[in-house]
């Protein structure tokens, strides 16, 4: 497993890992137009201590991760998704794309990470706690978190 920050050449791939998960897998209504930062992963993602990365297997993204400055030392976890067939400990993706962003964020200065998600990524919420998140309400978000339609769970990680 290769993890590497984002590259033009893997967008078409992103697209099609994190809406085929999205609709397919979990039956949730959105597009990749509903998603447009998908489509402009360095100006929405790679600008202050923000980044993103993906999982390669050979030339094939596989995984997905990235880090969204939010301000005041504080960034997003988004885009956290892992094709099936690498999911869970025997192949260590997730884990992998989570520990490449913590070391980026701790050398950047982020003290705190959040996250939404959907009430239906079961196996996510697990991995997210047995991480080091914890789960808050919606209004303990910073103001400047993006919230996306389809969130109903949100965590918070302090780091350093």
Not at 40 to 51: A, E, L, T
Request: charged share 25%.
């Amino acid at each position: 497993m290769d993890i590497q920050q984002f590259k033009p050449l893997f967008e078409d791939q992103i697209v099609d890992l994190i809406v085929g998960i999205q609709r397919g897998e979990f039956q949730i209504d959105i597009t990749a137009a509903d998603q447009p930062d998908l489509r402009q992963i360095p100006d929405y993602y790679q600008r202050g201590s923000g980044n993103f990365w993906v999982a390669l297997e050979g030339e094939r993204v596989v995984g997905t991760v990235s880090l969204l400055d939010i301000g005041n030392h504080q960034a997003a976890l988004r885009k956290m998704f892992v094709h099936p067939s690498h999911r869970g400990s025997t192949t260590g993706t997730a884990r992998q794309l989570l520990e490449t962003l913590l070391a980026w964020a701790d050398g950047r200065g982020i003290r705190e990470l959040f996250l939404g998600t959907t009430a239906r990524f079961l196996a996510a919420h697990r991995f997210y706690e047995k991480s080091g998140f914890t789960r808050i309400e919606e209004s303990e978000l910073p103001e400047r978190f993006p919230v996306m339609y389809t969130d109903s769970r949100f965590y918070r990680c302090r780091l350093g």
